[in-house]
Nanobody, 126 residues
Framework: QVQLVESGGGLVQPGGSLRLSCVVS????????MSWVRQAPGKGPEWVSA?????????RYADSVKGRFTISRDNAKNTLYLQMNSLKPEDTALYYC??????????????????WGQGTQVTVSS
């Protein structure tokens, strides 16, 4: 049974930091591209970041978070991370980790996902 469980969200002031975690089980974590996707109130899902499967762990980011967020993974712990720095009110959203469908090209224009976590809420407000 595939499971993705996010944690680490919360309320933080603008300029602050949070580190999200996503613990997965039920599949070979190291074999899949993983992504973070967020959804703000009243808006559609927005892709945030992705990390590849190779040892080099290639990464990519949405322009809105580039330079502020860092995605990483620990295959030994079956865990995906998102370090978020210099947070802005517009980063407020429900953050999901998601498994990208197998055989997807890392540099695809858009990803398709086959499993999602339940989400963790991030609120940036003073």
């Amino acid at each position: 049974q595939v499971q993705l469980v996010e944690s680490g969200g919360g309320l933080v002031q603008p300029g602050g930091s949070l580190r999200l975690s996503c613990v997965v089980s039920g599949f070979s974590f190291s074999s899949y591209i993983m992504s973070w996707v967020r959804q703000a109130p009243g808006k559609g899902p927005e892709w945030v970041s992705a990390i590849g499967t190779t040892t080099a762990f290639i990464r990519r980011y949405a322009d809105s978070v580039k330079g502020r967020f860092t995605i990483s993974r620990d295959n030994a712990k079956n865990t995906l991370y998102l370090q978020m720095n210099s947070l802005k009110p517009e980063d407020t959203a429900l953050y999901y980790c998601a498994r990208v469908k197998g055989s997807t090209n890392f540099w695809a224009t858009a990803y398709e996902y086959d499993y999602w976590g339940q989400g963790t809420q991030v609120t940036v407000s003073s």
